[in-house]
């Protein structure tokens, strides 16, 4: 028997890249997941195959963030599946790089929907949901906790919301001993991050040689370090922001 088994687990923006590789994960370990997507219903299905094939239980659920309504419409759809939950991974997000001058009003605002008013009204509806000693983990940016290039700014404005949320929330549902934390990726090889990382050598090795380790993580270890934070052995981890980049911050 795995470490989640028995658990219920909600993993949104899971069709794909860092989403993908913690659903897998979390149905390996026996977690039932919820695969939530967005548009993409074929890579939804695939990561359902995926955790399928590995010998895990999954489903999928679709709903549009960053519009009216989302919250309501993404729970009706879970609630469909499953009576309960224990682990939510709010892992959802868009990206956003332009200069403050170049940063158009329709796109600043789409971004705070989708990564910020998102996660804190998906988790506000998910918590009446969520039995006593549940898990929430959001995913972050190493960005908030350095000014790395200029066009990141309303990036890392929409994410420095979700880390403030982290730990004032983890304040709110103690008592329940559920915990709650973020975890900050670097740049990783996902779709986001295709356009300008994936086939660029150059780019690849400049990431890598910020790190001690020398090298770009994989997804799957970002997913590694959500499993233990939703794992009975965090128990008494809440609160905190965990550094997933490979030490590319001093």
């Given at each position: 028997?795995?470490?989640?088994?028995g658990?219920?687990?909600?993993?949104?923006?899971?069709?794909r890249g860092?989403?993908?590789?913690i659903?897998?994960?979390?149905?390996?370990?026996g977690?039932?997941?919820?695969v939530?997507?967005?548009?993409?219903?074929?890579?939804?299905?695939?990561t359902?195959?995926?955790?399928e094939a590995?010998?895990?239980?999954a489903?999928a659920?679709?709903?549009?963030?960053?519009?009216?309504?989302?919250?309501?419409?993404?729970?009706?759809?879970?609630?469909?599946?499953?009576?309960?939950?224990?682990?939510?991974?709010n892992?959802?997000?868009?990206g956003?790089?332009?200069?403050?001058?170049?940063?158009?009003?329709?796109d600043?605002?789409?971004?705070?929907?989708?990564?910020?008013?998102?996660?804190?009204?998906?988790?506000?509806?998910?918590?009446?949901?969520?039995?006593?000693?549940?898990?929430i983990?959001?995913?972050?940016?190493?960005?908030?906790?350095?000014?790395l290039?200029?066009?990141?700014?309303?990036?890392?404005?929409?994410?420095?919301?979700?880390d403030?949320?982290?730990?004032?929330?983890?304040k709110?549902?103690g008592g329940?001993g559920?915990?709650v934390?973020?975890?900050?990726?670097?740049a990783?090889?996902?779709?986001?991050?295709?356009?300008?990382?994936?086939?660029?050598?150059?780019?690849?090795?400049?990431?890598?040689a910020?790190?001690?380790?020398?090298?770009?993580?994989?997804?799957?270890?970002v997913?590694d370090?959500?499993?233990?934070l939703?794992?009975?052995?965090?128990?008494?981890?809440?609160?905190?922001?965990?550094d997933?980049?490979?030490?590319?911050?001093?």
């Open positions: 028997m795995g470490a989640l088994t658990k219920t687990a909600l993993v949104t923006g899971a069709s860092i989403g993908r590789a659903a897998e994960r979390l149905g390996r370990d977690a039932r997941v919820a939530h997507y967005g548009s993409n219903e074929t890579a939804a299905k695939q359902v195959a995926a955790v590995a010998g895990g239980e489903f659920i679709r709903a549009e963030l960053g519009v009216p309504g989302d919250a309501a419409a993404l729970w009706a759809e879970f609630d469909r599946h499953a009576d309960g939950l224990d682990i939510l991974v892992n959802a997000g868009i956003l790089q332009a200069l403050i001058e170049d940063t158009e009003e329709a600043f605002d789409r971004l705070f929907a989708v990564n910020t008013r998102a996660p804190f009204f998906v988790t506000k509806m998910g918590l009446p949901r969520m039995r006593d000693g549940g898990r983990v959001n995913v972050s940016t190493l960005a908030t906790h350095a000014a290039m200029p066009t990141l700014l309303a990036y890392t404005m929409s994410k420095s919301a979700v403030a949320f982290t730990k004032f929330l983890s709110s549902v329940r559920i915990t934390n973020a975890i900050a990726p670097g990783l090889d996902t779709d986001m991050n295709a356009a300008w990382l994936r086939d660029n050598d150059d780019a690849k090795a400049g990431i890598a910020t790190s001690p380790l020398g090298r770009i993580p994989e997804v799957d270890e997913a370090t959500v499993a233990y939703v794992s009975p052995r965090a128990g008494v981890l809440t609160g905190t922001y965990v997933v980049s490979g030490g590319v911050l001093p």
